[in-house]
């Protein structure tokens, strides 16, 4: 109990309150009825808080017992599948040995976009109940519903029968078991949808202890989120079928947006394309080894000796036949490899694989333009159009091999289709290809632009429209093309065939920049880095000014498509981004492209990393060059 100027705090709540009464700045000596009020007031407002305390208190009680809620795209994707298969269970697996015809019918059957593809059927043994019943082999790949699709069609350009077309062999179009994009069952839904979006993949197998435990389509994750009452029911129908379903007899197309129709009667011209190429070996490079660092290479100046190179490149124009097989039309290929330098330890020089490799697809292309073309298998008077890159590369490969040429490397090579505005390649490893557009404003309003700079800082709308994907075994070990003197195989190899590269085609636009590179530059300068380069080459060469694609595409209009610029400059667009590569390769100041990843992968690494880089620039003009395509 304490006693203070004239009246006696008796409890705990009483010395608070007196404690109020003193911050309100009210003095023990101020009247009875001044005194009266401060403790009424501050009575008042413990009660309040005290109030306000238990309500809190309740609340917290309250929310603690609530369920709580998990968002869709935070639930494992094991649930999904284990409600999929609640609902409905499906075999889906094929033989390797079905028909086209025989998936089709299982896949409109089962209602599935893809299966798994096993090698055999076995007998299998139940302890439980003694008895002997079917079971499954290993899984040696997949199948789609595009792919056979994709196996239809290619038959439709062969000439063949609907017969011969349904009778092929699933097994030998799957995607191989090495190929295949899985998750696993502790990633949540929204890892699997990224993964899906990013490689442009229809559904996922779940693998769990090295087994498949069922596929995932974007579909069964879409389904996950709704109940059945959802999906069905008077009150569904009402809210979202009644009102739009069945389209009147009066529905027509709606014609291309304004900013597209430009594109789109270019379309209707055959595109060409000038090519530059650049090289720089490792500057810490000699003809008897190679340097990791300064350190190992001494004060000499840097390796400018482009024999010294392990990269290996090739640019070859080809007349091969149209479609019809009557006349003979330019088709422009390319290749990039980059021999294995860890060969030199084994007393192989690592040169003679990659310029073998790029060499031999040369050669192939040469004779076949000779020849007219592919020959088709059922006779030697038919010829296919074009030789796909896959091809190019399988047939250099078996080349390579035939030489016993020892050694490995990654490659990457593409075919340039100017009538149809395709640019098709396959990439093995961690070469690529990127390309750049402009967007103009109108468009670049409804797509993803760049953010990292902000809007005072952008003066291009050039964009990164596309990135091939690459293939790593693990974090600077890509896979790749090699021979050993026999053949490696096995999980554990980093060989690949080049039947596993990452084939696919890209729709080309007038005025578009495409690098192929080595990983030499992808390692050491940023891919927006290299899109401003290329810009600056475009306005140094009069290309565009200002960022005004209108004013490119009236020029255009006009009949002046400076093709002639465009052939005599592109070789410097080339030098400009190896250059910049072997500057960031030099400095340690810098956190490269290589450097983050080695951090992110738990490797401690600073600056650019030293490497051979070779960049073949090209750039897709209206008209061709009086100089030729390459320079």
């Given amino acids: 109990m304490s006693e203070e100027g004239g009246w006696v705090a008796t409890t705990a709540d009483e010395i608070r309150i007196f404690r109020k009464c003193f911050m309100s700045n009210v003095k023990p000596e101020d009247s009875a009825d001044a005194r009266a009020q401060a403790r009424g007031q501050a009575r008042g407002e413990h009660i309040l808080e005290e109030k306000t305390k238990n309500d809190d208190k309740g609340e917290e009680e309250l929310e603690e017992k609530k369920p709580t809620r998990t968002r869709l795209r935070d639930v494992p994707i094991s649930e999904v599948l284990k409600a999929k298969h609640t609902l409905r269970w499906v075999e889906c697996v094929i033989h390797k040995d079905a028909t086209v015809r025989e998936s089709i019918q299982t896949c409109l059957e089962n209602g599935l976009s893809g299966m798994m593809v096993i090698d055999k059927l076995v007998n299998v043994h139940d302890a439980d109940t003694s008895k002997t019943m079917m079971g499954r082999g290993k899984v040696v790949g997949m199948i789609t519903s595009r792919d056979l699709l994709r196996i239809i069609n290619a038959g439709f350009k062969d000439n063949e029968t609907d017969s011969d077309i349904f009778e092929r062999i699933v097994g030998d179009y799957m995607t191989p078991i090495t190929q295949v994009i899985y998750a696993r069952p502790e990633e949540t839904i929204g890892i699997c949808r990224s993964i899906m979006a990013k490689l442009g993949v229809k559904c996922l197998p779940i693998l769990s202890h090295?087994?498949?435990?069922?596929?995932v389509t974007a579909r069964d994750m879409s389904d996950y989120g709704l109940d059945a009452v959802d999906r069905g029911g008077k009150k569904h129908y009402l809210e979202s079928i009644s009102e739009r379903v069945g389209l009147s007899s009066n529905t027509s197309m709606a014609e291309p947006p304004a900013y597209l129709r430009a594109h789109l009667a270019l379309q209707q011209k055959p595109l060409f394309m000038n090519m530059g190429m650049s090289e720089l070996p490792h500057p810490f490079k000699t003809a008897e080894s190679c340097g990791i660092s300064r350190r190992d290479f001494g004060p000499d100046e840097v390796t400018k000796d482009l024999s010294l190179s392990e990269d290996a490149h090739f640019i070859l124009r080809?007349?091969?036949?149209?479609?019809?097989?009557?006349?003979?039309?330019?088709?422009?290929?390319?290749?990039?490899?980059?021999?294995?330098?860890?060969?030199?330890?084994?007393?192989?020089?690592?040169?003679?694989?990659?310029?073998?490799?790029?060499r031999e697809c040369e050669n192939n292309l040469r004779?076949?333009?000779?020849?007219?073309?592919?020959?088709?298998?059922?006779?030697?008077?038919?010829?296919?159009?074009?030789?796909?890159?896959?091809?190019?590369?399988?047939?250099?490969?078996?080349?390579?091999?035939?030489?016993?040429?020892?050694?490995?490397?990654?490659?990457?090579?593409?075919?340039?289709?100017?009538?149809?505005?395709?640019l098709h390649f396959s990439n093995l490893g961690d070469s690529g290809?990127?390309?750049?557009?402009?967007?103009?404003?109108?468009?670049?309003?409804?797509?993803?632009?760049?953010?990292?700079?902000?809007?005072?800082?952008?003066?291009?709308?050039?964009?990164?429209?596309?990135?091939?994907?690459?293939?790593?075994?693990?974090?600077?070990?890509?896979?790749?093309?090699?021979?050993?003197?026999?053949?490696?195989?096995?999980?554990?190899?980093?060989?690949?065939?080049?039947?596993?590269?990452?084939?696919?085609?890209?729709?080309?636009?007038?005025?578009?920049?495409?690098?192929?590179?080595?990983?030499?530059?992808?390692?050491?300068?940023?891919?927006?880095?290299?899109?401003?380069?290329?810009?600056?080459?475009?306005?140094?060469?009069?290309?565009?000014?200002?960022?005004?694609?209108?004013?490119?595409?009236?020029?255009?209009?006009?009949?002046?498509?400076?093709?002639?610029?465009?052939?005599?400059?592109?070789?410097?667009?080339?030098?400009?981004?190896?250059?910049?590569?072997?500057?960031?390769?030099?400095?340690?100041?810098?956190?490269?492209?290589?450097?983050?990843?080695?951090?992110?992968?738990?490797?401690?690494?600073?600056?650019?990393?030293?490497?051979?880089?070779?960049?073949?620039?090209?750039?897709?003009?209206?008209?061709?060059?009086?100089?030729?395509?390459?320079?």
């Fill in 210 to 215: 090295g087994r498949v435990e069922g596929l």
């Fill in 367 to 422: 004779e076949a333009a000779a020849q007219g073309g592919k020959k088709v298998e059922k006779g030697d008077e038919k010829f296919r159009r074009q030789i796909t890159p896959a091809e190019v590369m399988a047939q250099a490969y078996q080349r390579v091999k035939a030489d016993n040429i020892i050694g490995s490397s990654t490659a990457c090579v593409s075919m340039f289709d100017g009538l149809r505005h395709q």
């Fill in 433 to 631: 290809i990127i390309v750049l557009r402009h967007i103009d404003a109108t468009i670049a309003g409804t797509l993803k632009r760049n953010t990292k700079k902000g809007k005072m800082e952008r003066y291009s709308d050039l964009r990164i429209a596309f990135v091939s994907q690459q293939q790593l075994r693990s974090f600077n070990h890509p896979y790749q093309l090699g021979w050993t003197g026999e053949e490696l195989h096995g999980e554990n190899t980093s060989f690949k065939s080049a039947a596993e590269s990452c084939t696919t085609s890209i729709h080309i636009r007038r005025g578009d920049i495409i690098i192929m590179a080595t990983d030499g530059l992808f390692d050491n300068v940023e891919l927006e880095d290299i899109a401003s380069i290329s810009l600056e080459w475009e306005e140094k060469n009069g290309f565009i000014r200002d960022g005004d694609i209108a004013a490119r595409e009236k020029r255009w209009e006009a009949g002046s498509s400076m093709t002639n610029q465009s052939a005599d400059g592109v070789t410097g667009l080339a030098a400009a981004l190896v250059q910049r590569a072997r500057e960031n390769s030099l400095d340690k100041s810098i956190d490269s492209p290589f450097a983050i990843l080695a951090k992110e992968n738990d490797i401690m690494w600073s600056g650019g990393m030293p490497d051979d880089c070779t960049v073949i620039a090209m750039h897709v003009v209206g008209q061709p060059s009086a100089t030729g395509v390459i320079n």
């Fill in 318 to 358: 080809a007349k091969l036949p149209d479609e019809n097989g009557k006349e003979k039309r330019d088709v422009i290929y390319a290749g990039v490899a980059d021999g294995v330098g860890s060969w030199r330890e084994y007393g192989v020089d690592p040169r003679e694989f990659s310029s073998a490799l790029m």
